[in-house]
């Protein structure tokens, strides 16, 4: 089993719509989650970041974990064309606690 | 500020060369990440670095190296360049070695390409 999974799409959603992303992890120990978005040719932005179960919003972003279900989403209210990207998340694992991520969900937003 | 900057952008290498790339983190920031990342997957954890010293290695063989200086830029030694070497070699700076919440920022990585 993958330490991380993602549904790698592509998902597309009309602008305006609530693009809904989702990882689950296998480490129940994990405590913190990451959320990246990575723009096709560019390096991975840190957009969220979570720790407590619960939502966390920033903005148009919401992050949603539940440990129980070892289960983080990513909600985007309002998607907008700038939105289409390639989302990561990613946990911190290992002796060096470096970040695990999972392979990434496309997401496009249709005009 | 100035963010986590690498160089070379890009790099055309051919098999068995040797190839080095460079990081230098945000200043203030202390340990430096590497990662792999072939295209369609995640980033892939290589070394982490904190204060010189190698806090983490990822499940990679020893023809890659690296280390960090007094100044904590951080280089990343690849050697007897394989085909599959070929990938966007991502630098990453945070302030201190991890413990969990560190957040990560990445610089624009190097894109290497092994023919």
């Known amino acids: 089993q993958k330490e991380v999974e993602q549904n790698s799409g592509p998902l597309s959603v009309p602008e305006g719509a609530i693009a809904s992303l989702n990882c689950t992890y296998s480490?129940?120990?994990?405590?913190?989650f990451f959320w990246y978005r990575q723009y096709s040719g560019k390096s991975p932005e840190l957009i969220m970041f979570?720790?407590?179960?619960g939502d966390k919003e920033d903005g148009r972003f919401t992050a949603q974990l539940n440990k129980a279900s070892q289960y983080v989403s990513l909600l985007i209210r309002d998607s907008q064309p700038s939105d289409s990207a390639t989302y990561l998340c990613?946990?911190?694992?290992?002796?060096?606690?470096?970040?695990?991520f999972g392979s990434g969900t496309q997401l496009t937003v249709l005009p | 500020d100035a963010g986590v900057t690498q160089s070379p952008t890009h790099l055309i290498k051919t098999r068995g060369q040797h190839v080095t790339l460079r990081c230098s983190p945000i200043s203030g920031h202390k340990s430096v990440s590497w990662y792999q990342q072939v295209l369609g997957q995640g980033p892939q954890f290589i070394f982490q670095y904190y204060e010189k010293e190698e806090r983490g290695r990822g499940n990679f063989p020893d023809r890659f190296s690296a280390r960090q200086f007094p100044n904590y830029s951080s280089e990343l030694n690849v050697n007897a360049l394989l085909l599959g070497d070929s990938a966007l070699y991502l630098c990453?700076?945070?302030?201190?070695?991890?413990?969990?919440?560190?957040?990560?920022?990445f610089g624009s990585g190097t894109q290497l390409s092994v023919l």
């Open positions: 990453a700076s945070s302030v201190t070695s991890g413990g969990g919440r560190e957040k990560l920022f």
């Open positions: 480490d129940r120990g994990s405590q913190s």
């Open positions: 990613a946990f911190p694992s290992g002796s060096a606690r470096q970040l695990t």
């Open positions: 979570i720790y407590s179960n």
